[in-house]
């Protein structure tokens, strides 16, 4: 053999074994998976990147599916490996595919094995352990279909501020949540759902429409919204007043899937923005809890305590200043300053004695957006039974948490003049009839003279003619006709006057009953608060009873209707159990906040008062 043909069988050797061990290495691609953080926090973005080395496509799933993560492809980059050899598939050697992976809470997590299809081969993943931490601060806590890049704890914060953190029950608190969100990732305007806060024991007036504005806060740039409200405690302890739960959505940055992220300086010829791709995600913004500590109103409260709890002053008025016994008179008296005005009562005459009152009514003018300072104007509508100098002075007792007891406001008597009344005396028509008889003439008997005995004298001395006086000018007759005549005037006055009372009564009647009929006809067809419903209910068994009774509905109690009605025991509870949750819905505000009445519940009180046949 030749050297030249020597020469060529070692060339042909060296190519077979060239071409044998790329062939080998082609058919021997090789898959790894890793995470840039296996200790994250909750809510805090991991990526995790599988790599196919020793080819440049495969099939690897979209999703992986872990019970508390959230596990979603982003991104698929190539890697060239030039080398020398033979075939047209030597510039792909590699494939990257990128996921971002969410923890939903903490905890101790295994992403497990993936199946990798490389033609028609095979390959698994190693499984991936993930120890989640609790997240210790109350900004975001991140909802199921969120994604982000970074940790969405950092883009928005929420804050409960109360000007204080001690209150009586029934105290009206002022509270403002504050809902920050940095610009950059703010979504725009209804991004931000209504706050959310539910805790037993404490209302929450409705919030309204909040103030907007952009601020500086720890040198970033935040849109900030402001709802106004105000709290109310139903009972005494110590509560954590939150966390406020806050629906948002807000904008984050992702790879975007279509872009590979530059490798070098040489390949950064566009702006690296356009890498990323911006996303709305949807979460939920809480605040951390405030402590509220309740303290119960002291046990000396006056008589007349209208539940008022703040700081408050009074005026009052009464017109006509002129009218008839039995008469209307309008009293009007204004409550003005800052407290809980949803929940108070309106002044009470100080003397009720000889004045028939009836149910008052209120109007609220509010001067700020919650509704816990402005003035309240009751009018209460009284008739005087008799002759009255004045109306008696109105009174209008809160309690003060500033000076922490009880004060009582007092308002002067309005001067009013009452005609009508008693018949005249008797003194008096006594000296009426005297003044209107004529004076009777009294004639002068002379001395008697002798007569004569003869028969003569009957015809030529007849003697002094005495003089006639008709009956009717005589005072004793007028005397005699005095008593029958004040007798008359005195039946006729008494009758007036029972006239009047009965009128009154059957007005009094005629307005409870009307006003039990259209308590019954809103408490069966108006969708009503659970205050209004049980204030509107106990006022229908009051007024039945007085109705009843022939009594004031203000002063009927449990005990009283029961016996009014002759109740068996069952319903006796009944009836306590409506009066006690009417006065206590009026004095803790239950019912200010949103909530309904069940239809057993309102049924069973609508049977409880229909039993109640006047």
Avoid at 379 to 404: T, W
Wanted: aromatic share 6%; net charge neutral; charged share 20%.
């Amino acid at each position: 053999m030749s050297i030249y043909a020597r020469r060529f069988g070692l060339i042909l050797s060296v190519a077979i074994l060239l071409t044998a061990s790329r062939d080998a290495c082609a058919a021997s691609p090789t898959v790894t998976a890793v995470l840039s953080d296996s200790q994250p926090a909750v809510g805090q973005m991991v990526q995790l990147e599988i790599k196919v080395n020793g080819s440049h496509s495969a099939a690897v799933p979209k999703e992986i599916s872990v019970d508390g993560l959230e596990i979603h492809q982003t991104s698929q980059q190539y890697e060239s490996s030039l080398s020398f050899g033979f075939g047209s598939d030597q510039n792909a050697s590699s494939v990257t595919y990128g996921y971002t992976v969410l923890p939903l809470h903490a905890g101790t997590f295994t992403i497990p094995s993936q199946t990798v299809r490389i033609g028609s081969t095979s390959l698994q993943t190693p499984e991936l352990r993930l120890n989640v931490a609790a997240s210790s601060s109350h900004g975001v806590q991140p909802g199921r279909r969120n994604t982000d890049s970074g940790d969405l704890r950092n883009i928005a914060r929420v804050e409960l501020v109360l000007p204080k953190q001690s209150a009586y029950i029934g105290e009206a608190i002022p509270a403002e949540i504050r809902v920050s969100i940095l610009r950059r990732n703010f979504a725009g305007r209804g991004s931000v759902g209504p706050p959310q806060l539910d805790i037993q024991g404490i209302t929450v007036q409705t919030m309204h429409e909040p103030e907007e504005r952009i601020q500086e806060i720890d040198g970033q740039i935040y849109y900030t919204f402001s709802y106004k409200t105000a709290l109310s405690a139903a009972k005494a302890g110590k509560f954590d007043v939150g966390p406020v739960n806050v629906p948002a959505v807000v904008l984050v940055s992702q790879p975007n899937p279509s872009r590979r992220i530059p490798r070098d300086i040489f390949d950064m010829d566009n702006s690296l923005e356009q890498f990323f791709s911006t996303q709305q995600v949807n979460v939920t913004l809480n605040s951390k809890p405030v402590e509220l500590n309740v303290k119960p109103l002291p046990p000396n409260a006056p008589p007349n305590f209208s539940g008022g709890i703040g700081t408050f002053t009074m005026t009052a008025d009464a017109k006509p200043k002129t009218v008839q016994v039995g008469d209307p008179i309008t009293v009007t008296s204004t409550i003005s300053g800052r407290g809980n005005f949803d929940r108070m009562n309106g002044p009470v005459l100080e003397e009720e004695r000889g004045w028939h009152k009836y149910p008052p009514s209120s109007k609220f003018k509010q001067d700020d957006d919650v509704g816990i300072s402005g003035e309240k104007t009751f009018e209460m509508v009284i008739a005087p039974n008799e002759k009255k100098p004045a109306v008696p002075p109105l009174v209008f007792a809160y309690f003060d948490p500033v000076k922490e007891n009880y004060v009582t406001l007092r308002s002067n008597s309005v001067p009013i003049q009452v005609e009508g009344g008693a018949a005249p005396t008797a003194s008096a028509a006594t000296a009426a009839a005297t003044a209107a008889a004529p004076t009777a003439t009294v004639a002068i008997t002379p001395a008697p003279t002798a007569k004569p005995q003869d028969i003569l004298y009957q015809m030529t001395d007849l003697g002094q003619i005495r003089s006639f006086t008709p009956i009717y000018q005589r005072p004793v007759f007028w005397m005699a006709q005095l008593a029958p005549l004040i007798l008359l005037l005195g039946f006729v006055g008494w009758k007036i006057r029972q006239a009047k009372i009965d009128n009154r009564d059957a007005r009094r009647m005629a307005a409870l009953q009307q006003e039990s009929t259209e308590l019954l006809r809103k408490l069966r067809r108006s969708e009503l608060s659970p205050q209004e419903y049980f204030s509107n209910a106990s006022r229908v068994v009051r007024v039945k009873t007085a109705i009843a009774k022939n009594i004031n509905p203000n002063t009927v109690d449990a005990e009283t209707a029961a016996k009014a009605f002759d109740l068996d025991e069952h319903e006796r509870t009944q009836l306590r159990t409506l009066l006690d949750r009417s006065d206590e819905l009026r004095f803790s505000g239950s019912g200010n906040g949103s909530g309904k009445i069940s239809t057993d519940e309102r049924e069973e009180v609508l049977r409880l008062l229909e039993s109640l046949r006047v």
